[in-house]
């Protein structure tokens, strides 16, 4: 039996993960973190409440991170350095904050996981816009979020971009660098456009352009509880990790 903490429970997809967890067989929510924790009346009387960092006292074996991009460095290393495996669904870490945090796992002998997405849909066009990008090397990323999104561009955009940019020929793309705040943010050379609109959950499209021709690859998260399909793997697996890995699709 896994005893999980859930950072982040009062949130729309901390919620979510409360739910997934109280229905696995195999897994106990001990303790939930969340600024409105200990006045919630939304958990089960045996589940402690912290609303603050400095007040988590528990015995855990997973710690399920959604809570902001300010918190989540923090959460992660307070998490490794007590001993509790993280399964990290917030964004806005760094490419610098994450291989701190990887140092400590490794120092502390523990595994987890820092996923971009759970969405299955959003790790497979990941994947696609890689192989893509052998023979499309010119590329553009747009992505589409909620109006409450703290971050942007998101991290599922960032990582997309990187892979482009790691798997093309640079030698055969006619991208170059544009100073134009229309063209997006610029990832490794590859433009990314922000989104953020009432009504919509996640998505996120890929446009290769080429002589000729265009390829566009696309994603659509309807729902946050399609992301939970990505979280029970992530549970299913965080045992048997012996690092902190980055990306749902090296435990798929």
């Not at 999980?4 to 409360?18: D, H, K, N, P």
């Not at 897994?27 to 919630?40: D, E, G, I, R």
Request: with cysteine; aromatic share 6%.
């Amino acid at each position: 039996m896994k005893k999980i903490l859930i950072a982040g429970a009062t949130g729309s997809m901390g919620r979510q993960a409360v739910q997934l967890v109280e229905k696995l067989p195999d897994c106990q929510l001990v303790a939930v973190l969340a600024p409105t924790a200990s006045s919630s009346s939304d958990f089960k009387p045996d589940v402690k409440r912290f609303d603050n960092l400095a007040m988590v006292d528990v015995a855990a074996d997973v710690w399920i991170d959604f809570t902001t991009p300010q918190a989540v460095y923090e959460n992660t290393e307070f998490a490794l350095k007590h001993h509790i495996r993280p399964i990290i669904g917030t964004s806005g870490l760094t490419t610098e904050q994450t291989e701190k945090l990887q140092a400590i796992a490794q120092k502390e002998k523990l595994g987890g996981i820092i996923a971009p997405n759970f969405g299955l849909s959003a790790v497979l066009l990941m994947k696609f816009a890689q192989e893509a990008a052998r023979y499309f090397p010119d590329a553009e990323v747009i992505e589409i979020h909620h109006a409450d999104k703290k971050d942007a561009p998101s991290a599922t955009a960032i990582t997309t971009a990187k892979l482009i940019a790691a798997n093309r020929n640079s030698e055969n793309c006619s991208q170059t660098a544009n100073d134009s705040q229309a063209r997006g943010a610029d990832y490794d050379g590859v433009p990314v456009h922000s989104v953020r609109l009432p009504g919509y959950i996640a998505h996120e499209q890929v446009l290769f352009g080429g002589p000729g021709e265009a390829l566009t690859i696309r994603q659509d998260s309807f729902s946050r509880s399609s992301f939970m399909q990505g979280v029970k793997v992530a549970l299913d697996q965080i045992m048997n990790l012996s690092e902190l890995v980055v990306g749902l699709d090296q435990i798929l």
